[in-house]
């Protein structure tokens, strides 16, 4: 399977506790991003990457919040002292950006993070 | 700032009869407008995208769209729905000016019954 894959699927935690996600982009696409999904709502952008740079953030991305794409390969996604609002299922996408035609970002299968 | 709107939680069609998912969106410039379906415990999944050019734009499982400037809409559209298409729809504007962002509706859940 040559699309976008996340690790783990699911991921129960206790409140106060820090979890940590991990994305694979399609090897080929320079571009990564991380959205956030809760219950009932379309996707919310929180940050991407392009290459190993982080060059866009949030307002959704707290400071409990930080996400690194070291090797401009995958990325991980940190979340620090969890609270039940939290609670969400995190989307990562990759993609080319395209030049003068805009390109799709293929989604992964998302991780589901619930906050007891 | 760039929106888009879906004004039906669900849609309820029989098999075999037309499907329509209804898309507004509100953007300064020429909009980039994408819609993507999601299966339970599944991530999106591309169906079309109207950059420019013709209103009518055709993408994958039988599905079209159809771009109209002045209504603001973007209407996906099926002939002929399938049981198969029962799923989660969402309509989503790209930002002009921040081309790393897809600002997506609340989503509409299409329920197709044999």
């Known amino acids: 399977d040559t699309g976008v894959s996340q690790d783990p699927r699911h991921k129960i935690t206790k409140r106060g506790q820090n979890v940590t996600f991990r994305c694979d982009p399609i090897?080929?696409?320079?571009?990564l991003y991380w959205y956030r999904q809760t219950l009932g709502q379309g996707p919310e952008f929180l940050t991407y990457?392009?290459?190993?740079?982080?060059?866009?953030k949030s307002r959704l991305l707290s400071d409990r919040f930080s996400a690194e794409r070291p090797k401009g390969s995958f990325s991980t996604l940190e979340i620090q002292r969890t609270e039940q609002g939290d609670s969400a299922m995190y989307l990562c996408?990759?993609?080319?950006?395209?030049?003068?035609?805009?390109?799709?970002?293929?989604f992964g299968p998302g991780t589901r993070l619930t906050v007891l | 700032a760039q929106s888009v709107a879906q004004p039906e939680d669900q849609v309820n069609v029989a098999e075999g009869n037309p499907l329509t998912v209804k898309c507004t969106y509100s953007?300064?410039?020429?909009?980039?407008l994408f819609w993507y379906v999601q299966y339970p415990n599944r991530g999106l999944q591309f169906l079309l995208k109207?950059?420019?050019?013709?209103?009518l734009v055709k993408g994958s499982y039988g599905f079209e769209a159809e771009f109209n400037k002045s209504q603001t809409s973007f209407h996906l559209k099926k002939p002929s729905a399938l049981v198969s298409d029962s799923a989660l729809y969402f309509c989503?504007?790209?930002?002009?000016?921040?081309?790393?962002?897809?600002?997506f509706g609340a989503g509409t859940t299409v329920t197709v019954r044999a």
């Open positions: 996408a990759s993609n080319f950006p395209g030049t003068s035609v805009p390109n799709e970002q293929f």
């Open positions: 090897s080929e696409h320079n571009r």
């Open positions: 990457f392009q290459n190993e740079a982080q060059l866009e």
């Open positions: 953007v300064s410039g020429n909009p980039y």
């Open positions: 109207y950059i420019t050019g013709d209103n």
């Open positions: 989503a504007v790209r930002d002009i000016g921040h081309d790393y962002k897809l600002s």
